[in-house]
Each structure stands twice: as structure tokens, then as C-alpha cells.
């Protein structure tokens, strides 16, 4: 297994994925080198190295997300510490982009890890086979599961009533 090909094969894609996943440009990619490297330390072969990688990126961000909340616990009972910013405002254009994607992201949180990693592999071109590896399901059930997936995710964005 060339860890270098694979690098250069789907970094870009996976890194994308994970912003979107998080949110967040850093943690996305904190979360891109630990995937890569637990690929160096993985003793076995990897059959389908692209959901492989995929699967571990998703369980890396879900860490670190438990990691977050013991954090913001901890700065919770202590306030006075914690520390306090605001976005530096921009023009109306990014604004409005960020309120967008800050709308959509919220959406996807409050979907189950199995349906936003769904949507989310789905949206970068996965197969559906490869879909049901990396979430550990049949192929034959993921068409139902992203249909589901996307209907719950409308709910959520209250797509029905804004087409109203």
C-alpha cells in the first residue's frame, strides 16, 4: 500500500469532507493527519483504503467532539476563564454565505453521525458500496438511508415551508 499515492489520491476530498463534517478548518484537518497517520500504523491491508480512510476520519472527528465537551465542561465551571470573542464582521456577501452554511451545518448536527456521514460521503461521489463499508451497513440499504437521511435533513431546514 502506497501511503503517499493515497495521500495525493484523496487528501483534498477527504479534508472537504471533514470541514464539512466539523465545521471547523483546523479540526478538519487535525483530524485529516491523524487518519493518515493511523493509516501508516494499521498493520493490516486495506481492501477498500477510500472508505477505510473515511470511516477512521469520521471516528477521529467523533473523539475529538467527546474530547470538546469534557473541555467545555471544565470551562463551563469556570467562566471568569473562559475566553470571550466575536467574529470580526465582513461584508454582506460573506455574511450571509457564513449565515448559510452556519444554518445547513446546524441542520446536520442534528442529524444521527450515521445519516450526516451518509450525506456527507454521498455529496463526494462515493458509491453506494463504499458508503455501506464505511458505515458498516448493506449496500442495498443505503439508497433508503440516504433518502431518509434527506428527508429528515429538509425537516430540519424547513425546506417545505420556505418553498411555500
Do not use: C
Not at 12 to 30: F, H, I
Not at 102 to 109: I, P, T, Y
Not at 112 to 134: P, Q, V
Amino acid at each position: 500500500m502506497d501511503a503517499g499515492a493515497l495521500f495525493r489520491e484523496h487528501h483534498r476530498a477527504l479534508l472537504r469532507y471533514l470541514v464539512r463534517l466539523t465545521g471547523d478548518e483546523d479540526q478538519a484537518a487535525d483530524a485529516l493527519q491523524e487518519s493518515f497517520a493511523r493509516l501508516l500504523r494499521t498493520p493490516q491491508r486495506v481492501e477498500q483504503p477510500r472508505a477505510w480512510l473515511y470511516r477512521v476520519a469520521t471516528n477521529v472527528v467523533r473523539e475529538q467532539a467527546r474530547s470538546r465537551r469534557v473541555r467545555l465542561r471544565i470551562l463551563a465551571a469556570a467562566p471568569a476563564r473562559a475566553p470571550l470573542a466575536d467574529d470580526a464582521p465582513g461584508p454582506a456577501e460573506d455574511a450571509a454565505a457564513r449565515e448559510r452554511r452556519r444554518v445547513v451545518r446546524e441542520a446536520l448536527q442534528r442529524l444521527s453521525w450515521k445519516e450526516r456521514t451518509i450525506l456527507l460521503m454521498r455529496e463526494e461521489g462515493f458509491k453506494h458500496r463504499e458508503i455501506a463499508a464505511a458505515v458498516g451497513t448493506t449496500t442495498g440499504s443505503v439508497g433508503t438511508m440516504i433518502a431518509r437521511a434527506l428527508e429528515k435533513l429538509a425537516g430540519e431546514l424547513d425546506l417545505d415551508r420556505e418553498e411555500a
